[in-house]
Structures are given as structure tokens and as C-alpha cells.
């Protein structure tokens, strides 16, 4: 199993042009927010404290979890491959279980996923600090590996779901520019939720990946917003935080970290078991 992993990861990383279009999502919000969006969102910031060191540090943790998703859509490009080019069918006839090549191809997902994020990660730090912010700190940080790792698991299983679908490289292409156009709003990074209709912002907060977002923008932006709503009233910082998808809102129910969590576990937990199912199926003639 993890020697077939192993193969999966030299196809992935040899081929550069799909390394570089697993970022390239990164890079168009990073241009976008530098050029455009970064204007639009410090719109009536000015004078607050540390306002730059926070709206940098929300769009790069949405950013974040963009990355776990344009990630592993990129390394299951590897499945679609194997049966636009009859390898598939040549690995079944193998003396290899279909447990091993399942296996293999979720795990060198979560590690493209994983290290690609990293990457990703470092270049967000380097932007914010960069722009005069600082560094997470130490348990911050933590708290960002370990909500790295649990966003690429949940990502990772609705891909590997997702592809079991796809039989050719020109329909996986389709499906990528699409969901590639898509996951920035599904994200709420390009506009805050709080401006959207109320029907698009039921439909960020049912995207379970969306509470990835949520997740990493509580984490990046705990320290300059303390710096920048330093006494000010809960009520105003709570608003502030539903307005740009820190906390989600539904009814007047604030959704916690801990559920969250909860639902990148069962969204794991779920479309892994699907994409299990689905691939272990005996493939029809």
C-alpha cells in the first residue's frame, strides 16, 4: 500500500504544470486581495489599530483552506489518469487488492494535500509579516497544523469521492475549473458573508469545508484582533466576527468551534467510507 503511495507521489510531484495548478488557486486570491480586494475590505478600517494586520490575516486563513481543497483535487488527478490510460484495469487484473490501491491513493492524497498546504501556510506567514504583521504564536501555531491536517482529511475525502465519478482527463479538467472558480466563494473570501443574500450565505455555511475557513480565521485573526477591538463592546466584536465568517451564525444560534470540528470529522468519516465504497465496487464491463 504504501509503496503504490510512493508511486502516486512520484507521478504527482513530476508532473510540475499539476503541482503548479494545485497553487495556482493561492496565487490568483493572493493577486486579487493585493490588488483589488485589499482596498474593498479596509474600507471603513481606517484608524483602527492593527486593521492591516487582521483583514491580511483573514484572507489568508480562508486561503488556507482553499489550499486543502484545489490540493487534493489535484492529487487525485492521479485516479483519473490511471483509467483514461488503462492502468486501472491492468492493477486490477494485478495480483494487488483493491485495498492496497484504495489505500494508496488516500494516502498520497492526504500527504500531497498536507505538504502542498505547508507551502502554502508558509507563504501566508510571510505575507503578513511582510505587510507588518506578525508571526503565529507558538500555540497558534499548533492549532493551525492540526486544523491543516483535519481540513485536508475532509477535503481529501470529498475529492476522492468526487473523482470516482470522473473516467477522463477532459471531464476531471472540467470539474476542476469549476470548483476552482467556485471555492473562493464558497469560502466567503472574496466578499464578506455578511453582505451576501441570505440564501448564499445558508449555502457557504452548509459547505462543511467552509467550516475549515472558520476554523483557521479564528485562529490567525485571535491576535490582531485583540489589538484592534481592544475594549470594545462583545457585542460589536461578535457582529464583526459573523460579518466576515469568523463565527457562523444560524438563527440565533452561534455555531461553536467544537462543532466544527465535529463536522470536518463526519464529513471525513463520510465520504471516505463513500469513496471506499464506490472504488472497491466491482468495476461493470
Request: positive net charge.
Amino acid at each position: 500500500m504504501f509503496t503504490f503511495a510512493m508511486r502516486n507521489l512520484k507521478l504527482f510531484f513530476r508532473d510540475r504544470p499539476a503541482v503548479f495548478f494545485s497553487l495556482l488557486a493561492v496565487f490568483i486570491i493572493i493577486g486579487l486581495y493585493v490588488l483589488f480586494l485589499g482596498e474593498t475590505v479596509m474600507g471603513g478600517l481606517e484608524g483602527i489599530p492593527g486593521a492591516r494586520f487582521m483583514m491580511d490575516s483573514w484572507i489568508m486563513a480562508g486561503l488556507m483552506a482553499v489550499t486543502t481543497v484545489t490540493t487534493t483535487m489535484g492529487a487525485v488527478g492521479v485516479v483519473v489518469d490511471d483509467k483514461a490510460k488503462g492502468i486501472a484495469k491492468d492493477f486490477l487484473t494485478s495480483p494487488l487488492k483493491r485495498t492496497t490501491l484504495v489505500g494508496g491513493y488516500l494516502i498520497s492524497t492526504l500527504v500531497v494535500g498536507v505538504i502542498m498546504s505547508l507551502v502554502a501556510f508558509v507563504m501566508a506567514e510571510l505575507y503578513i509579516v511582510g505587510s507588518g504583521g506578525d508571526f503565529l504564536p507558538w500555540a497558534n501555531l499548533l492549532k493551525v497544523l492540526g486544523l491543516l491536517v483535519l481540513s485536508t482529511m475532509a477535503s481529501g475525502a470529498m475529492m476522492f469521492f468526487l473523482v470516482s465519478f470522473f473516467k477522463t482527463q477532459n471531464s476531471f479538467g472540467v470539474a476542476s475549473t469549476v470548483l476552482g472558480t467556485l471555492i473562493g466563494f464558497l469560502m466567503g473570501i472574496y466578499v464578506p458573508i455578511g453582505v451576501l443574500p441570505g440564501a448564499v450565505q445558508t449555502v457557504i455555511k452548509i459547505f462543511p469545508i467552509s467550516h475549515a475557513a472558520a476554523l483557521f480565521r479564528q485562529v490567525f485573526m485571535e491576535v490582531p484582533m485583540d489589538i484592534s477591538f481592544v475594549g470594545a463592546p462583545s457585542e460589536m466584536v461578535l457582529g464583526f466576527q459573523a460579518n466576515l465568517g469568523v463565527i457562523y451564525q444560524i438563527g440565533d444560534h452561534t455555531v461553536s468551534s467544537l462543532t466544527s470540528v465535529l463536522i470536518l470529522v463526519c464529513t471525513s468519516l463520510l465520504f471516505f467510507a463513500l469513496g471506499v465504497w464506490k472504488m472497491m465496487r466491482p468495476s461493470k464491463r
